[in-house]
């Protein structure tokens, strides 16, 4: 089992809808944990932490469920300007950050 | 600098010849990542600096593939004997290697191996 995994899509999804995607992690003893974005060609880029109480951005809202060790990200009334890969990383042995490989979003008009 | 440094920036080489990437994280960062990433693919890991150590390099794909880091800043990656297959995006990132603390990324090496 990869310790992070994460549905690699793509997710096609109307604009103006709401779409949602988790990320499993496998290292119990897990204790930071972050979603990021990544544009076509660029390098990513940190969208949120994602606290044990959740937390919510704008339209985005990112929770963490330690029993069931995943953390999701929702995304609410969906722009065109979504569409990108989102990264979900954790934190493993030695701080070392492990990343997810990326669910790609697409938002269609 | 106020961001994660990598040059060069491009990079077209002829296949079988070596090449050296380089990465300047952002000062003060103790962790430092390498990954690499072909078009359309997700990342992937190549290895992990905690201070001037690398507790993880399992992601370095074969022996031609080597990375050091000195003096705790920057680090580069080297590729010998460069294959075609090589040719990607090759993305640094740098954290202050603390709990709850982000990691940041250069904006990449696009190698062409020739």
């Known amino acids: 089992r990869k310790e992070v995994e994460q549905d690699p899509g793509p997710f096609n999804v109307p604009e103006g809808a709401t779409v949602a995607f988790n990320c499993t992690y496998s290292?119990?003893?897990?204790?930071?944990f972050f979603w990021y974005r990544q544009d076509c060609r660029k390098e990513p880029k940190l969208l949120m932490s994602v606290y044990s109480s959740g937390n919510e951005d704008g339209r985005f809202t990112a929770q963490l469920n330690r029993a069931s060790q995943y953390i999701s990200l929702l995304i609410r009334d969906s722009k065109l300007s979504d569409s990108a890969t989102y990264l979900c990383?954790?934190?493993?042995?030695?701080?070392?950050?492990?990343w997810g490989a990326g669910t790609k979003l697409i938002i269609k008009p | 600098g106020a961001g994660v440094s990598q040059s060069p920036s491009n990079k077209v080489t002829e296949k079988g010849k070596d090449v050296e990437l380089r990465c300047d994280p952002i000062s003060g960062h103790t962790a430092l990542y390498w990954y690499r990433q072909s078009l359309g693919q997700g990342l992937e890991f190549l290895i992990y600096f905690q201070g001037n150590s690398a507790p993880d390099k399992s992601g370095l794909p074969s022996d031609r593939f080597s990375a050091e880091r000195t003096g705790g800043s920057v680090s580069t990656l080297t590729i010998q004997r460069t294959q075609q297959e090589d040719s990607a995006v090759y993305l640094c990132?740098?954290?202050?290697?603390?709990?709850?603390?982000?990691?940041?990324f250069g904006q990449g090496t696009r190698l062409t191996v020739v």
């Open positions: 990132a740098s954290s202050l290697g603390s709990p709850g603390v982000e990691a940041f």
């Open positions: 990383v954790v934190n493993g042995g030695n701080y070392q950050l492990i």
């Open positions: 290292n119990s003893a897990s204790q930071s």
